[in-house]
C-alpha cells in the first residue's frame, strides 16, 4: 500500500487518505468526531500513528498541520446573519422539493409541472430544465459530494438519472407499480435507491441503468431512505409503522425495527453508521443501534406528531421537528432533551443542522423558517417573506446559504 495524498474534510472533522493498492487507487477515511480546538493535536497524532499504518514518520507533520487545520476552523464561531438575496419564481404549478450541489453552487427544484430545473445560486438563473416525467416530480437529489449527476423521482412511477451539466437523460429506471415519493444516492454514486407507494424499494445501478434489488417486505408506502455512509446498509422508513435495514450488496432486510405506534416520517443514519434515528407520527423518536436493530432510546415530549428528526454532522446531537409548533433537541448518548425551540406559530415540517453544528434551521406552516442557537435555543433569525407555508430548508456545505422552498411557488435564497 502507498500513500498518494492527504484529503481535508471539515464537516465533520476528518482526514481522507488517499492510497495506491494493487495498482488501483483507493481512499479510506480517519473521522475526528472529537476533535475540538482544545484537543492535544500532538496526543491525537499519536493514537492516529498507532491506529493507521499509512500515517509514516516522515508523514507525521503533515497530519499534525491538517489538525491544527481543522481545529482552526472550528475555532471559528459562527456568527453568520443571514440576509435575503433573491426570490425565484421557480414553476408555473407547485413545488415538492429543494436541493443543493456540495459547493451550492447550484441547486435543483421540482414541481407539479412535472419538470426538475436547474439553477444557478449565484445569479439566480436557471440553467436546466429536465423535461420527460408525465407526471408530479417529487424526490430529487444530486449525487453528492461529485454533483455531475441528479436523480428524479416521480408519480409516473419512474426515476430518471441525469447528468448535471447538459441536462441529458443517462436512464430511466422503471419497475415501480406507484408514485416514486423518496430517493438516494449511495455515497459512491454508483447506486440509486427509490421508495415508492408501491411498499417497496428499489436499488438501481447508476451505470447501466439495470435494476439491482427489490427490497420487499413493507405493508405500506416507502414514504423515507437512507444509505449509511459506508453505504453497505439501507434503511427504510414505511407507513407500516416499522422500519427496515438492508444490506445493500445482498439486497437482504437485516433487521424490522418495531416499537413505533404511527407512521414513519423520516429515517436517518448517524456519520459513524452506529445509529438510526427515526421519527413517527406517534409523537416520539426513536434512537436504534444499526448492528444489533435494538430500540436504544424514546425521545418523548412532543405533543404532536414528529415531522421531520435528523442528527448533526458528528451524530452526538438529535433535532425533530413537530406538528405542535415546537423543535427539540436531544442528546445522542444521553437521549435527554437539551433544549426546546419555541416560536413558530404552526407545524414545523422540516429541520437540520449548520454543517458546523452549531445552529438550526427549521421550516414552518407560519410562512418563516427559522434559525437558532444549538446550544442555548434561542432564535437568532427569523427569514420572512414567503407568502404560504414553507415545506423546504437547506443549508449548502459550508453553511452560508440557505435556501427556502414554499407553497407559494418561490424559493427564496439567502447568503
Known amino acids: 500500500m502507498k500513500l498518494k495524498r492527504f484529503l481535508l474534510r471539515y464537516y465533520p472533522p476528518g482526514i481522507i487518505l488517499e492510497y495506491e493498492k494493487e495498482g488501483l487507487l483507493k481512499t479510506k477515511s480517519m473521522d475526528l468526531l472529537d476533535l475540538t480546538p482544545e484537543t492535544n493535536p500532538d496526543e491525537l497524532l499519536a493514537e492516529i500513528r498507532r491506529s493507521e499504518p499509512l500515517v509514516t514518520e516522515s508523514r507525521a507533520d503533515q497530519v499534525k498541520q491538517l489538525i491544527l487545520r481543522l481545529q482552526q476552523k472550528q475555532g471559528h464561531k459562527d456568527q453568520h446573519g443571514f440576509c435575503f438575496s433573491k426570490s425565484l419564481k421557480a414553476h408555473i404549478l407547485p413545488l415538492t422539493n429543494v436541493a443543493f450541489n456540495k459547493s451550492g453552487s447550484r441547486f435543483i427544484t421540482g414541481s407539479y409541472d412535472r419538470t426538475c430545473r436547474v439553477w444557478d445560486t449565484a445569479s439566480g438563473t436557471a440553467v436546466h430544465t429536465l423535461e420527460g416525467h408525465r407526471n408530479v416530480v417529487y424526490a430529487i437529489a444530486f449525487n453528492n459530494p461529485y454533483g455531475d449527476k441528479i436523480a428524479t423521482g416521480s408519480f409516473d ?7 448535471a451539466e447538459t441536462g441529458k437523460c443517462f436512464h430511466t429506471f ?3 407499480t406507484a408514485e416514486i415519493v423518496c430517493l438516494a444516492f449511495n455515497p ?13 424499494a428499489r436499488l438501481w445501478d447508476v451505470e447501466t441503468g439495470e435494476e439491482v434489488a427489490n427490497l420487499t417486505g413493507h405493508t405500506a408506502e416507502v414514504l423515507s431512505l437512507c444509505f449509511n455512509t459506508v453505504g453497505n446498509q439501507l434503511v427504510t422508513g414505511s407507513f407500516d409503522h416499522t422500519v427496515a435495514i438492508w444490506d445493500v450488496a445482498s439486497g437482504r432486510r437485516v433487521h424490522i425495527l418495531t416499537g413505533h405506534g404511527g407512521e414513519i416520517s423520516n429515517v436517518q443514519f448517524n456519520w459513524d453508521c452506529s445509529l438510526i434515528v427515526t421519527g413517527s407520527m406517534d409523537k416520539t423518536c426513536k434512537l436504534w443501534e444499526a448492528v444489533s436493530g435494538k430500540c436504544v432510546a424514546t425521545m418523548a415530549g412532543h405533543r404532536e406528531e414528529v415531522l421531520d428528526v435528523c442528527f448533526d454532522l458528528r451524530g452526538q446531537l438529535i433535532a425533530s421537528a413537530s406538528a405542535d409548533g415546537t423543535a427539540r433537541v436531544f442528546s445522542s448518548t444521553t437521549h435527554q432533551c437539551l433544549v426546546t425551540l419555541e416560536g413558530h406559530d404552526g407545524e414545523i415540517s422540516k429541520i437540520c443542522f449548520s454543517p458546523q453544528g452549531s445552529r438550526i434551521l427549521t421550516a414552518g406552516s407560519d410562512r418563516t423558517a427559522r434559525l437558532w442557537d444549538v446550544q442555548s435555543g434561542v432564535c437568532l433569525q427569523v427569514l420572512q417573506g414567503h407568502t404560504d407555508e414553507i415545506f423546504s430548508c437547506v443549508f449548502n456545505y459550508e453553511g452560508d ?12 435564497i439567502w447568503y
Open 157 to 163: 412511477k419512474t426515476c430518471k438519472l441525469w447528468c
Open 174 to 176: 422503471c419497475g415501480h
Open 188 to 200: 459512491q454514486s454508483t447506486l440509486v435507491a427509490t421508495g415508492s407507494m408501491d411498499a417497496t
Open 401 to 412: 446559504t440557505i435556501i427556502t422552498g414554499s407553497k407559494d411557488n418561490t424559493c427564496r
